[in-house]
């Protein structure tokens, strides 16, 4: 397999073997169209597939080539929003079920793991790292009401000599360990389950841009070579939709993240920084996100930014991120740099809806996709059975345009940003 649209990245390097998939010529009838191959259209044709449903997925270059194959594979229970700021907005109910909604999502994803064996490095444990004495204090509150309110007991506090003990510096004030939480190689998962989708019937096509689709009595989707006639249609294209739903697209916000990968640290290194290889996540706005990989290499990913560019020299760009934590890790060569486009909502939640009778619209997961990606995709394929009661949850949640719409929403994003980085470095 020969990943030739795929950002330079170690996750395409180091890529389970998949087909190359043709692209869609002529017209064809199906049960469901999705458009975009990332976690959440794969998923959504897997469980289709599994379920009797005729599938055409549509990508416009490789399947995972957006965010799903470029992440920092962590997934974790919880949103942005905490369960107790979720109550004022959609009632206690409705919080309860999104918070189940999450531990769900992770739960899903090592399902899906075990039953088609996806070679993925599935390995357990997250830890939400606190930068700040503040930020400590608040991950305390937040474990005892994990604890208290949530009966949920898969997550510990650790104070600043644990977290020593966890990450091998004294440089973060305390933190949350999420025993239920994981991470993959997240390129390798999504090709699982491709691979596996396509075992069940379903047909995946590659390198099929979608032109424009119709959504009435008698939907159809257009490509340049082709036409798929359905009966309802995904639109799982996160941030990359671009202008093919101006209703969604005003709802999230591209924007660009950057990892790098060292080369293979020496065991005595990678054993002394992280002896029980958890993913770690900072509490910066602008968060730093990092883990060993099962050749222990560490994948840190650090820094944004909100123009159509990356930056020139994305190595140097994040390793400065890497430097200020472990600045030991300073003298290793940097091995693979890349970027990537996620989309975020104004209010951080994903934006996962029945938009008319026969078009759905699943984005804006604001960096959980791995699991409610995943979860979005499952959901889906539940609602088009009838049952829409998972994806009514994820209606209630109060959604809103950017300001400015598509056009406008960038000056004041960036203005914001700058704000909450400027806060970052703040003592």
């Not at 470029?70 to 905490?82: A, E, I």
């Not at 949920?152 to 239920?180: C, H, I, K, S």
Request: aromatic residues 10%; negative net charge.
């Amino acid at each position: 397999m020969i990943l030739t649209d795929h950002a330079p990245s170690y996750y395409a390097a180091s890529a389970i073997p998949f087909p190359a998939l043709p692209s869609l010529s002529g017209d064809c009838d199906t049960d469901i169209c999705i458009v975009g191959g990332g976690f959440t259209g794969v998923s959504a044709a897997l469980h289709l597939a599994e379920a009797g449903y005729r599938v055409v997925l549509l990508e416009a270059h490789q399947i995972g080539w957006g965010a799903s194959g470029r992440n920092g594979g962590q997934m974790c229970p919880g949103h942005n929003k905490g369960h107790d700021e979720l109550i004022p907005m959609v009632g206690k109910d409705c919080a309860d079920q999104l918070w189940q909604s999450s531990v769900d999502a992770v739960e899903l994803v090592k399902q899906l793991v075990t039953r088609y064996q996806i070679d993925c490095h599935l390995t357990p444990g997250v830890l939400h790292a606190a930068n700040k004495a503040k930020h400590a204090k608040a991950m305390q509150e937040e474990a005892d009401y994990h604890h208290q309110v949530l009966n949920y007991d898969a997550v510990d506090y650790l104070d600043a000599p644990q977290m020593t003990e966890q990450l091998g510096n004294d440089y973060y004030q305390g933190g949350l360990l999420f025993r239920d939480g994981a991470h993959v190689h997240p390129l390798n998962f999504v090709l699982g389950m491709a691979q596996a989708a396509s075992g069940h019937g379903a047909q995946l096509f590659e390198h099929s841009p979608v032109l424009s689709y119709e959504d009435g009595a008698t939907p159809s989707v257009t490509t340049a070579h082709g036409k798929v006639r359905c009966k309802a249609i995904l639109l799982a294209c996160n941030g990359y939709l671009g202008k093919l739903h101006q209703p969604s697209a005003r709802r999230i916000m591209p924007i660009n993240n950057f990892i790098i990968a060292t080369e293979p640290l020496p065991q005595e290194v990678a054993d002394r920084i992280n002896p029980n290889r958890v993913a770690v996540a900072d509490s910066k706005f602008v968060v730093n996100y990092f883990r060993l990989s099962e050749d222990r290499r560490m994948l840190w990913g650090g820094g944004e930014n909100y123009s159509p560019n990356f930056p020139k020299d994305i190595a140097r760009f994040v390793q400065l991120h890497m430097a200020e934590v472990y600045p030991e890790l300073a003298d290793y060569k940097i091995d693979y740099a890349w970027g990537g486009t996620l989309a975020i909502t104004l209010n951080r939640m994903p934006d996962i809806r029945r938009d008319s009778a026969n078009l759905f619209v699943a984005q804006g997961y604001s960096g959980h996709g791995v699991a409610l990606a995943t979860y979005a995709g499952a959901i889906f394929a539940k609602a088009v059975q009838g049952s829409m009661e998972k994806m009514d949850v994820f209606a209630h949640i109060p959604m809103r345009d950017f300001p400015g719409g598509t056009l406008l929403r960038w000056p004041g994003l960036v203005a914001g940003m700058l704000y909450y980085a400027m806060l970052d470095r703040l003592p």
